[in-house]
Every structure is written in C-alpha cells, then in structure tokens.
C-alpha cells in the first residue's frame, strides 16, 4: 500500500514540519517534488524513510496523550505495570501505580501499540474522517482491539513466521486493518463517551456471537465467498481455525451496528444479523462497498470521499435493517414490500455490477437513489 498511502505520508511530513517536530533534510526524507515524482513512478517511501517517518509518528502522539493525560484512564493500569518486570510488579504494584513518569509511560506504551497496529497514517486518517482529537482515536482504537479480540488474531499470524509466505501473512494483518479502521471510526462518530471497559462490555458479547454463527447467517453467495477465503489460506498452509477467523473479518465489519441495532429490540442479535446480511444481499450493498474498495485513490481526499461513499452504504444497511425491526422483525416480508421501490433501482444497481471499473459518479447516483426511492 506504499503508493496508496504516500499523500497521507506527505500530508503527516508537513504538519511534523509546521510543529517545528520535523525538518526532512536533517532526517534524509523525500522533498515534495521527490515524492511527486515517486507517485508518478508508483514508488512509496522506502522501508529506513518509514522507519523514521513512524518514528515521529510515534513521539508526537506520545507528547498528545501526555498533555492529554489519558493515564488517568484506570483501563490503561495494566499498560503501566507491563512496562515493567513482573518481580517489581509483584512486589511494588502501589509504587509503580503512583510512579512520577506514569503519565508519560501510559502514553508512550498507548502511542507504540497504535501506530504498530494501525499504521503510520492510521491516526491522521481517524483524525480526518471523524474530527476527533488523539485522545479519542487511542480510546477507539483500544475498544475495537477488545472488541473484536485482535491480539488474538496478531498472535495466531505471529505464530506463522517463517511457516507460510511473508506475503500471506501481509494479506492476513492488512485484513484485520480494514477491520480496525471501520470499526475505530464508527466508534468515533457514534459514542460520545468513549469508556472503554463500558463500551467493550456492550458490544464484546455481541460480537463474540456473531462471529460464532456468521457462516450459518449469511447469505449463500457470502457465506461461499468466506469459505473460499478459509480454503486459499488453509492451502497455504494457514491452520483452519486462524484461517476461518482472517476469512470472517470482512464480513464482521458491520458487527457494531448489527450490536447496536440489537439493543433494547427485544430481538436475538443472531437473527438481526440474519436480517441485516439478508438486507445487504437483496438492496446490493455489499456489491456496491465492494466497486467503492475498488476506486483508486489518489489523494487523501478522494480516499476520504470514498470512504464516506462506504459509510453511506453501511448506513443504508442499518436504517433498512432498522426499518424493518421497527414493523416486526419479519425481514423477509419487509424486503417483499419494498418489491416496487427496489424495482426502480434494480436497473442501474444491475449495471454497476457489471461494470468491471464502476466509477465514483456511478456509485454517488445509485447512493441518492437507495437514500431516495428505498427509505421510505
């Protein structure tokens, strides 16, 4: 994702250097013309300019949460005492826990798992499509690893090293990433308060079902389509069990408004899942996020933009899905109703399909059609 991520890298390199944080001749970083020049190349940055760029990544997050002072978050506890040896732990747990550096320990630990995880562009981007401020991304970026318990997917891939194909065990993390981004973001634009153990108390046990029984709730063309992802790992010589766990991700992305859709309902999450992958299916919002993931982006404000296309699309799958819980969970009825307004834009939904390279202007016009002729 080199040439994907280069303008968001250059977008990070100048607000480093505005801070007075950064100054690229000293640290041997490609100028604005060189990175230009990389793009049309189709070149990124080089493994030692990234190593440094995440480096000042890492240090100007760690002074934000600082300043922040998330250490007071008692969530982050266990982050202070594993910073230090367990025979001190045991013996001094009240000592470190009153340590004269724990605000800035708790901050740098925070910052390294952050951008380890998410990627040097991971904060700037969460920045850019929420408003929200570094505190919050640490916060939701913390719920969401919990959530969907990603340090166990992270160590199963760890566990592969040099057992299958450094490539597959790209493919599998970069999986787990679309994952994380969705899912911090929805955080970050739906949850005012950001309390981690609160929020993982609600959404954990939820999603934990969903994944159990996703491949009994989905639709047969998805339900195929994961099953295929699980087999090419599996022939990779992935284990089944970790190969079933990276297949389903992309398919547990909408976990979070299928959790919140389910609260307070009276509805068992697993069959509002079964209506929301039903939903999906039939009004072709699955096909239509797939031609968004393919639009090429090339600025960060295209990647934006589609991301907010990609949004709508979820957001269509939640309110119909809604909809449909509010007139008596009968999915399959709701969907029958909605034969006529469906046939309205089942033409032009059929043609974005077919297209091998749909482009943004399609997908803008069958997402007012979907917000027009279907939300009522």
Do not use: C
């Amino acid at each position: 994702q080199g040439t994907e991520r280069l303008d968001q890298q250059l977008r990070i390199m100048r607000a480093l250097e505005r801070a007075g944080e950064l100054d690229r001749a000293v640290e041997f970083l490609p100028s604005d013309e060189e990175i230009s020049a990389r793009a049309a190349a189709g070149r990124g940055l080089t493994r030692p300019e990234l190593a440094v760029l995440m480096a000042y990544v890492k240090r100007s997050l760690a002074h934000e949460l600082a300043a922040a002072d998330i250490a007071q978050d008692p969530q982050l506890e266990r982050d202070l005492m594993a910073y230090f040896p367990a025979a001190l732990v045991e013996r001094f747990p009240t000592a470190i826990s009153r340590h004269r550096l724990r605000k800035e320990i708790v901050a740098t630990v925070a910052a390294n798992d952050l951008v380890n995880r998410g990627g040097i562009t991971f904060l700037s981007e969460m920045r850019e499509r929420t408003g929200r401020g570094a505190g919050d991304v640490t916060h939701a970026y913390m719920i969401v690893k919990q959530v969907f318990d990603l340090e166990t997917l992270w160590k199963a891939v760890g566990r592969l090293d040099n057992k299958v194909p450094a490539q597959t065990q790209t493919e599998m993390l970069l999986a787990g990433n679309r994952l994380l981004e969705r899912a911090t973001a929805w955080f970050l634009r739906n949850s005012a308060a950001l309390d981690i153990q609160a929020q993982v108390d609600v959404f954990r046990p939820g999603v934990q079902q969903l994944a159990d029984h996703v491949t009994d709730i989905l639709p047969a063309p998805q339900r195929a389509e994961l099953m295929r992802r699980a087999d090419l790992l599996v022939q990779r010589k992935v284990p089944p069990e970790t190969a079933l766990m990276v297949a389903r991700l992309d398919f547990l992305v909408s976990a979070v408004d299928i959790v919140r859709l389910g609260l307070g309902s009276g509805m068992g999450i697993v069959d509002i899942g079964r209506g929301f992958y039903a939903v999906g299916a039939r009004f072709r919002l699955d096909a239509l996020r797939r031609a968004a993931r393919r639009l090429k982006s090339e600025t960060a404000w295209q990647k934006v933009a589609v991301d907010a296309l990609q949004e709508d699309f979820y957001a269509h799958q939640a309110d119909f899905t809604a909809k449909a819980i509010a007139d008596g969970g009968d999915f399959g009825a709701w969907i029958e109703a909605r034969a006529e307004a469906l046939g309205r834009v089942e033409a032009l939904l059929r043609e974005i399909e077919a297209t091998a390279n749909p482009d943004v202007a399609m997908l803008i016009v069958a997402n007012r059609a979907l917000r027009g002729s279907l939300a009522g």
